[in-house]
């Protein structure tokens, strides 16, 4: 059994705290919600009252949180205050599973092994339903000895745990394939639409392509349009898995980053564009399969 702290039990950070506590860990949790913090107790964990007393003995700190910004302030500090590298025991493990910039994530990796610490930037793929089945993709960044602690415990919360490198990679490494991810969504969507114009069957097109040279994972797994593949959330009247807003926030780290290495991203800046647009309209919870609706002129 390690004792594990694990600050930020939200839509994803709880899930992902429920499979370590079934993997026989004592998690010890800490969120600004109380209502999150109530349903992590009764899922077995031990809710903190502040950080110092979440870390306080912990072997290891899972944070799972919004922003970089959070990232920075709760390992390093904000405004005088203390952060986790001011109450963790020394070689603690620290594994951040938050979407941030690839900077901070450098710059955090950097202060806390300088600390003498374990650090990596574990980013993850999979959405809620992959947190809840404990099928998560970890795209880690750190040294190698960081990810070796790190790797059983992100086992107990995913199926694929891949080391892209140094402390950063992680980040870079989920921010690329989301964009990627961003864009075969919106192909496929059109794809669809146009099919509907041309009085195509839905069905049809998704037998033809999903064998065709047109496959891919948001046609064959993640289908936008209800029926051909039923646990996808179209059929669920676009309920998310992973939301608009989520995706809109993805696609501007990942922008921003081609911005600043000058790389040429056309495609992920059209993407963003339209994925914005769905956001600006109110429809920022919907799943991002639901670009399809727009496309479609059905939103």
Same mark, same amino acid.
């Given at each position: 059994?390690t004792?594990?702290?694990?600050i930020g039990?939200?839509?994803?950070?709880?899930?992902?705290?429920?499979?370590l506590?079934?993997?026989?860990?004592?998690?010890?949790?800490?969120?600004l919600?109380a209502?999150?913090?109530?349903?992590f107790e009764?899922?077995?964990?031990?809710?903190?009252?502040?950080?110092?007393?979440a870390v306080?003995?912990a072997?290891a700190v899972?944070?799972?949180l919004?922003q970089?910004?959070?990232v =920075? +302030?709760?390992? $390093?500090?904000?405004?005088g @205050? !203390?952060?986790? &590298?001011?109450?963790?025991a020394e070689?603690t493990?620290?594994?951040?599973?938050?979407t941030?910039d690839?900077e901070?994530?450098?710059?955090?990796g950097?202060?806390t092994?300088?600390?003498g610490?374990?650090?990596?930037?574990?980013?993850?793929?999979g959405?809620?339903?992959?947190a809840?089945?404990?099928?998560?993709?970890?795209?880690?960044?750190?040294?190698?000895?960081a990810?070796? =602690? +790190?790797?059983? $415990?992100?086992?107990?919360m @995913? !199926?694929n745990? &891949?080391?892209?490198?140094?402390a950063g990679?992680?980040?870079a490494?989920?921010?690329c394939?989301?964009?990627?991810?961003a864009?075969?969504?919106?192909?496929?969507?059109?794809?669809?639409?146009?099919?509907?114009?041309?009085?195509?069957d839905r069905?049809?097109?998704?037998?033809?392509?999903s064998?065709?040279?047109?496959?891919?994972?948001s046609?064959?797994s993640?289908?936008p349009v209800p029926g051909?593949v039923?646990a996808?959330?179209?059929? !669920?009247?676009?309920?998310p898995?992973f939301?608009?807003d989520?995706?809109?926030?993805?696609?501007?780290?990942a922008l921003?980053?081609?911005?600043?290495?000058?790389?040429?991203t056309?495609?992920?800046a059209?993407?963003?564009?339209?994925?914005?647009?769905?956001?600006?309209?109110g429809?920022?919870?919907?799943?991002?399969s639901?670009?399809?609706?727009?496309?479609?002129?059905?939103l």
């Amino acid at each position: 059994m390690t004792t594990i702290a694990f600050i930020g039990l939200g839509r994803m950070g709880l899930p992902m705290a429920r499979n370590l506590i079934k993997a026989g860990h004592r998690v010890r949790g800490l969120d600004l919600s109380a209502d999150a913090l109530a349903r992590f107790e009764a899922a077995g964990g031990q809710p903190a009252r502040d950080l110092a007393q979440a870390v306080q003995d912990a072997e290891a700190v899972v944070t799972m949180l919004p922003q970089g910004s959070h990232v =920075r +302030a709760v390992y $390093l500090g904000a405004d005088g @205050g !203390r952060g986790i &590298v001011d109450h963790a025991a020394e070689r603690t493990q620290f594994i951040d599973c938050s979407t941030i910039d690839v900077e901070t994530a450098a710059h955090v990796g950097a202060e806390t092994t300088a600390r003498g610490f374990n650090f990596v930037d574990a980013p993850v793929s999979g959405g809620v339903g992959g947190a809840e089945a404990g099928t998560l993709t970890f795209m880690v960044g750190g040294t190698d000895l960081a990810f070796s =602690r +790190a790797k059983p $415990l992100l086992e107990s919360m @995913g !199926r694929n745990v &891949v080391h892209a490198g140094a402390a950063g990679t992680g980040q870079a490494a989920k921010m690329c394939n989301n964009m990627l991810l961003a864009i075969s969504m919106i192909g496929t969507a059109e794809a669809f639409a146009l099919a509907d114009k041309l009085g195509l069957d839905r069905q049809r097109l998704f037998d033809i392509a999903s064998t065709a040279s047109g496959q891919c994972w948001s046609l064959t797994s993640y289908c936008p349009v209800p029926g051909p593949v039923p646990a996808s959330p179209a059929n !669920r009247d676009y309920a998310p898995g992973f939301a608009i807003d989520l995706m809109s926030k993805d696609l501007h780290l990942a922008l921003d980053a081609a911005d600043r290495t000058g790389a040429e991203t056309p495609l992920g800046a059209a993407a963003r564009g339209l994925y914005d647009q769905m956001r600006d309209e109110g429809h920022g919870g919907l799943d991002f399969s639901a670009i399809f609706k727009k496309l479609s002129k059905d939103l």
